[in-house]
């Protein structure tokens, strides 16, 4: 079941980073069916974990911001790092949804009225669309629990796995309606 994308999003370092350290290939199903997916310069140029190629294999893409942006997020002071006001100036430029696990970054995105997705999330909306099973985003899950568990507590991971079983069961439901069962 595909869609073409219809939003747009950007995401963190740390997110990207949880991906790109568990299954990368769950962030280029999001942007090839859900929404595209992009990332900040100043970002890409600190996961070291990625590459160009890599990024363009996965389709993620890597935003150059104009000057007036980079010189802005130069500016800025606060509890934020660079990169971080790279993506949130990025976000709130296009109207992009910033996908992040990050508290100063969502609470300075809800300041500037940008929308926030927690790090898992774009896997809730694979399962929603059909495109990845829920074994397959609790494994993907789990793998990014155990490389950062300061950001993916027991009691995420808990909520994560009822709300995508809740998916899958909604959409058993939808399935038997459409069907007539």
Known sequence: ????????????????IDYCDSDLRMLSLFSQ??????????TFEKVNQLTVAAARRHNLRIETPDPEII????????????????TLMLAKRHG?????????????CETEGVVCLW???????????GIVSVSKVLTVAKMI???????????????????????????????????GA
């Not at 939003?7 to 963190?12: K, L, N, R």
């Not at 069916?33 to 100043?42: D, E, L, P, Q």
């Not at 010189?71 to 790279?86: C, F, I, N, P, V």
């Not at 790090?119 to 669309?129: D, Q, R, S, T, Y």
């Open 119 to 129: 790090g898992l999330e774009p896997m809730k909306a694979l399962v929603e669309h």
């Open 1 to 16: 079941m595909s869609q073409k994308p219809s939003a747009s999003y950007v995401v963190d370092a740390n997110v990207l």
């Open 96 to 108: 992009w949804i910033c996908i992040t696990n990050d508290k100063p970054l969502r609470r300075e």
């Open 33 to 42: 069916h859900i929404g595209t997916t992009y990332i900040a310069r100043s």
């Open 145 to 179: 629990q155990s490389v950062n568990p300061g950001f993916i507590s027991d009691t995420i991971m808990d909520r994560f796995e009822e709300q995508v079983r809740e998916i899958q069961e909604g959409l058993k439901r939808s399935d038997g309606d459409h069907y």
């Open 71 to 86: 010189m802005a997020a130069s500016a800025r002071r606060g509890s934020l790092a660079y990169d971080d006001h790279e």
